[in-house]
């Protein structure tokens, strides 16, 4: 996003035709709202994903969840109090026996439920993406801010002196990270990664002064061992960072690199060829997408404008985990693998790490403490491991309030859709809509809706803006510009 702007422009879109649904088949049953993000600051699309909204490269949209038939309800795990499950710590101990060389061909194949390849089925809305790219107005470079109302003004960020040379700039905007406008705060979160986790060694320097320590109060050699493992003993119950680092030690070895893709950073660019061929490797043999639709193009819009989590074994990559990293989270977007090291469950692997990397950013920016799991579908079984990340919380779709997981899925047990949220009083407050304030972006000009009006508008625009209002919420409809055409 272009220098000095902190501010979103957004397009929606009205149709609501029924499309495949990637989960249950069915061919017209998913119902979605959608809306294009030409610029989204990570300030803005935190508030829309605790609204239930999801991005697809720039296309952002919201299940209609009480019509599409495979509800989808956004899921976050409060990572700092993560508890790993005996079946979760399995996992990472497989990684450890098959870094060590010491995954037999029986321990590979002992893998119960929670041990399969836990994945995201490809959705729709990915393969839809050129369809709502053609939406969208074709000249990007029209879509700028050349002067504010003064109401505006006093919003957002934004100075009227600068938008004149913020034109040339904003002309790829569509191009640009729609989660990465704060790069500033991003970049400096990232910049600390290595200060914030601890380094690999640092246990075993722990463990070595510890029998130094010993050996100068004139302990034997056995004595140190039999005090040593008393105290492993008494330690038996490990936290995921000490589960990590016994992975760092074996024989094969293990690395992950954060690399940024907006702007294309050096570390991305020597790998991007590698990454676009396991990308296709992946589709094409998990989810059996024809190769001629696995373009680069298509990969790069899709899913490079974000943070990548790169697994290399040995100097070969093996998977990528397309995340988001926001004010208060990491949202995980995307993860895709090699298919020949399934055995290594690398879908929950993969959001182990994630719940990981949440606990050491936590370190350097205080607020960052929930890592976002997408969308959980009760009736989808490769969904089942996301409600194992305890403790979770799932959105109320009409009140957008956090509910514990064990009593939404009784709910959900009993109907696919329903009202998490025991308090039958509670409505969705946010979503109370004063279509006077929702700020419209028109011509150039950013305005309040009140102005706009008397320029211009019909019932049926009205309908559309306070639509949209009411799905986004006041909050981000005060704050976010909304572009609407002229129709001459």
């Known amino acids: 996003m272009a220098s000095g702007q ?118 729709e809305e990915a393969l839809n993406y050129p369809k709502h790219k053609m939406k969208v107005q074709k000249d990007k470079s029209q879509i700028n801010v050349s002067s504010v109302d003064d109401e505006v003004s006093e919003r957002l960020s934004i100075n009227p002196e600068k938008t004149e040379s913020q034109k040339n700039s904003t002309s790829s905007s569509s191009q640009v990270q729609p989660t990465n406008s704060d790069s500033k705060n991003t970049l400096h979160i990232r910049n600390e990664i290595a200060d914030a986790v601890p380094c690999k060694k640092a246990k075993l320097l722990r463990i070595e002064r510890k029998k130094n320590k010993l050996l100068a109060q004139g302990k034997s050699q056995s004595e140190i061992e039999s005090i040593m493992k008393e105290k492993k003993q008494q330690n038996c119950v490990k936290n995921i960072e000490e589960l990590f680092e016994e992975i760092y030690t074996g024989l094969k070895k293990l690395e992950l690199r954060l690399v940024r893709t907006a702007p294309m950073s050096s570390e991305y660019l020597k790998t991007s060829k590698e990454s676009y061929e396991l990308y296709k490797k992946y589709q094409t043999t998990i989810h059996r997408d024809p190769i001629e639709k696995l373009t680069e193009q298509q990969y790069m819009r899709f899913l490079v404008k974000s943070p990548l989590q790169q697994y290399w074994l040995d100097n070969e990559l093996i998977a990528v985990g397309v995340i988001d990293i926001l004010p208060s989270c990491i949202s995980s977007v995307y993860f895709f693998y090699d298919p020949a090291y399934s055995q290594l469950s690398l879908g929950t692997f993969s959001s182990l790490r994630e719940i990981y990397l949440t606990r050491q950013l936590n370190k350097v920016a205080s607020n960052l403490r929930y890592y976002y799991m997408g969308f959980y579908i009760h009736s989808c079984p490769k969904m089942r491991y996301k409600a194992k990340m305890r403790p979770s919380k799932l959105l109320c779709p009409e009140t957008y309030v956090w509910c514990d997981i064990e009593p939404s899925l009784a709910k959900l047990n009993n109907d696919k859709y329903s009202r998490l949220n025991d308090d039958i009083d509670a409505i969705d407050e946010d979503g109370v809509v004063n279509i006077e304030e929702v700020l419209i972006l028109h011509k150039n000009i950013a305005m309040p809706y009140k102005k706009y009006r008397l320029q211009r508008t019909t019932r049926e625009e009205k309908r559309e803006v306070k639509e949209y209002a009411s799905l986004v919420g006041m909050p981000c409809a005060r704050e976010m510009l909304l572009l609407r055409y002229s129709r001459e």
Not at 87 to 107: A, C
Request: proline share 2%; charged share 25%; with cysteine.
């Open 6 to 123: 902190s501010y979103s422009i957004v397009e929606y879109f009205t149709e609501h035709e029924g499309y495949r649904c990637g989960y249950c088949k069915s061919t017209n049953t998913n119902f979605s709202h959608g809306m294009w993000a030409h610029m989204l600051t990570v300030q803005d699309y935190q508030s829309l994903i605790d609204r239930g909204w999801r991005r697809s490269g720039c296309y952002c949209y919201k299940p209609t969840m009480n019509q599409t038939c495979c509800p989808q309800y956004t899921i976050k795990c409060e990572a700092l109090d993560f508890k790993i499950s005996k079946s979760q710590k399995k996992i990472l101990k497989r990684m450890t026996k098959f870094l060590r060389n010491e995954l037999t061909n029986d321990s590979a194949s002992l893998t119960g439920n929670d041990q399969q390849d836990n994945i995201d089925i490809s959705n």
